[in-house]
C-alpha cells in the first residue's frame, strides 16, 4: 500500500491536545523541516486549515459548476488533513475520506471527534480503492497526483467507483511552468532531479522530498492520461454548452493557457 507524506517527524502527534496543536506539530515537519519554509507560512496554513478556507472555495467553485452536495456519496482521494471532507458533511454530504498516511488519518479522527460529527476514514492508496464499483456521486483528489506513481492506475480507480454520469474533480501542479509550489522557489520546467538536488542544496533546501515524494505531473500529460482511462473532460463544456464553433475556436487557446499556468484544475464525467 502506498503509505503517503510519510517521514521523520519532529513531534508525536498523538500526544496534541488540541486540533490546531496537531496541525501544528504536523505542518511544522512538513513545511519548515522537509521544505525549508518559514515558520510564519507554516502558522497561516494552520489558520487556513481550522477555518477551512480551501475547502470552501473549492466546493463554492463545484456547487456553481453544477455540483448539487446535499444527500451525495462523496470520495475525497488522498483526503490530507480532512478539510474537505468535514466541509462536505457541513453542506449535508456523506463524504468518505481515503489517506494513506497514518499521521493524516489520525488528524482526520480528531478533527472529526472535535466536530462531533463523523464520516468514513480509509487508510488505502487511490490505486487500489476498497469499494464496490458504481458507489460515488463525485470523487475530489486535490494537490494528490504529483504525488502518485501510477496516475493512470489511480483515474482507473476512480473511473470504478464513480457512478455512471458521476463527476470528478482533479487538480494537480503542473510542471511545464518556472515555479515550484512546494517549495516556493522559481524552477526549470521538468528539471531533471538531479539538478534540481543540486540547486535545492545550493538554497539550503532539503531536496528530500523533491527525491522521494515528487512525480512531475504536465497539463498535456494529465488529459492524455484522463482520455486512456475512460473519463471525459468536462471542465469547460457547461461554460460553452451550446457553441460548437465557438468551442472549436476558443479551445486551442484554452489547453495553450492552462498548458502555461501554474497548478491544473479539471473537472472530469464518467459517461453515463
Known sequence: MTTGFEFKHRHDISLAGSVEEAL???????????????????????QDELVLRIPRLLLDGLEVKGWCL??????????????????????????????????FAQIIRLRQLEASHKSTVVRASGDNLPFLSNQFDYVITCQVLEHVRNIPLLLR????????GGEAFLSCENYLTFWEPHYDVLWFPLLPKYLGSIYLQAIGRNP???????????YPGLRKQIRESGLIDITHDRFLDGY??????????????????????ILVKKPS
Open 157 to 164: 480507480e476512480i473511473h470504478r467507483v464513480l457512478k455512471p
Open 24 to 46: 501544528k506539530m504536523s505542518l511544522e515537519s512538513y513545511l519548515e523541516d522537509r521544505l525549508g519554509r518559514g515558520p510564519e507560512v507554516c502558522q497561516k496554513r494552520v
Open 244 to 265: 460548437p464553433r465557438l468551442y472549436r475556436v476558443v479551445m486551442p487557446f484554452i489547453h495553450l493557457r492552462n498548458t502555461l499556468r501554474i497548478g491544473s484544475r
Open 208 to 218: 528530500g522530498f523533491l527525491m522521494e515524494q515528487i512525480h512531475y505531473t504536465t
Open 70 to 103: 446535499d444527500g451525495k456519496r462523496i470520495l475525497d482521494v488522498g483526503a490530507g488533513f480532512g478539510g474537505i471532507v468535514l466541509e462536505a458533511k457541513a453542506r449535508g454530504a456523506d463524504p468518505v475520506a481515503v489517506e494513506p498516511a497514518h499521521e
